[in-house]
């Protein structure tokens, strides 16, 4: 399935559903694949793409839930395929990483003021770290942009 294909597909599903949790959605996806078009990607990726894209079997028969779950595996698909993250990947991340790793830091120094303290420059740090990631992979073009322009 070609993405233009797929793109004119959710569109259509998009004006059908009423929910806006559902349009988010759609719009998200729709994004992804339209910035996915403007990437500098060979033929032979775009053809992996496509493939991928005819795996997941986009059609209107399948309810929303599975439409998610085919989103879901096909930005982890070019995440590993092709190392292209959503904008702030990495701070999420980082911002994650930081606050448990720091909670576990600051319980060693003392079990209550310790944790805080601890979580709150864990966070700080993995902040710090996740946007110089996100900035190299915006360098680099490998960030899908989520929100249509």
């Known amino acids: 399935m070609k993405i233009t294909e797929v793109i004119t597909f959710l569109?259509?599903?998009?004006?059908?559903?009423?929910?806006k949790s559902h349009k988010k959605?759609?719009?998200?996806?729709?994004?992804?694949?339209t910035d996915l078009k403007s990437k500098d990607l060979n033929q032979e990726q775009f053809e992996t793409?496509?493939?991928?894209l005819d795996n997941l079997q986009?059609?209107?028969?399948?309810?929303?839930?599975?439409?998610?779950h085919n989103f879901s595996k096909f930005k982890q698909f070019l995440k590993v395929k092709?190392?292209?993250t959503?904008?702030?990947?990495?701070t999420s991340l980082g911002i994650a990483l930081g606050m448990c790793f720091g909670i576990v830091f600051g319980a060693v120094i003392d079990k209550y003021v310790?944790?805080?303290?601890?979580?709150?420059?864990?966070?700080v740090i993995g902040i710090v770290i996740?946007?110089?990631?996100?900035?190299?992979?915006?360098?680099?073009?490998?960030?899908?942009?989520t929100t249509l322009q």
Request: glycine share 8%.
């Open 114 to 123: 310790g944790a805080s303290i601890g979580m709150t420059i864990g966070m």
């Open 25 to 33: 959605h759609y719009n998200t996806f729709i994004a992804i694949l």
């Open 130 to 145: 996740g946007k110089s990631m996100d900035s190299k992979a915006d360098v680099n073009d490998n960030v899908l942009k």
């Open 58 to 68: 986009f059609s209107s028969k399948l309810p929303f839930k599975q439409l998610q």
């Open 49 to 52: 793409i496509e493939k991928k």
């Open 86 to 90: 959503e904008d702030g990947h990495y």
């Open 11 to 19: 569109k259509q599903a998009e004006k059908r559903t009423e929910k």
């Open 82 to 84: 092709f190392s292209l």
